[in-house]
């Protein structure tokens, strides 16, 4: 399995901005597709975006799409999620994992065989 850490999370303002990054470890991020996921206090996990291995290959949840953006560089083994227009209700825990289907996107949490430990996610009104 590969090891991932997350980072780039934090306080802001509706409306603001913040790009988290997910640090591969142990393998190349190549042999992986990989997503973003996100859970609120007292409520299930969520899947909020994904790519393969080309990296126009993207896809997003409905709830996210227009204002996140999902991007990986492979040289530098990190995904990145790209999060504009914060609002409240983006208020959470984001996970980044990998799948090992490099070319397939995956939507659902039990596809993905590696996790990071989390980054918070704060948004004040």
């Known amino acids: 399995q590969v090891q991932l850490v997350e980072s780039g999370g934090g306080l802001v303002q509706a409306g603001g901005s913040l790009r988290l990054s997910c640090a591969a470890s142990?393998?190349?991020?190549?042999?992986?597709?990989m997503g973003w996921f996100r859970q609120a206090p007292g409520k299930e996990r969520e899947f909020v975006a994904a790519i393969s291995y080309y990296s126009g290959n993207t896809y997003y949840a409905d709830s996210v799409k227009g204002r996140f953006t999902i991007s990986r560089d492979n040289a530098k083994n990190t995904v990145y999620l790209q999060i504009n227009s914060l609002k409240p209700e983006d208020t959470a825990v984001y996970y980044c994992a990998a799948a090992p289907t490099p070319f397939r996107i995956r939507t659902m949490d039990y596809e993905y065989d590696s996790w990071g430990q989390g980054t918070q996610v704060t948004v004040s009104s």
């Open positions: 142990g393998r190349t991020l190549g042999n992986y597709a």
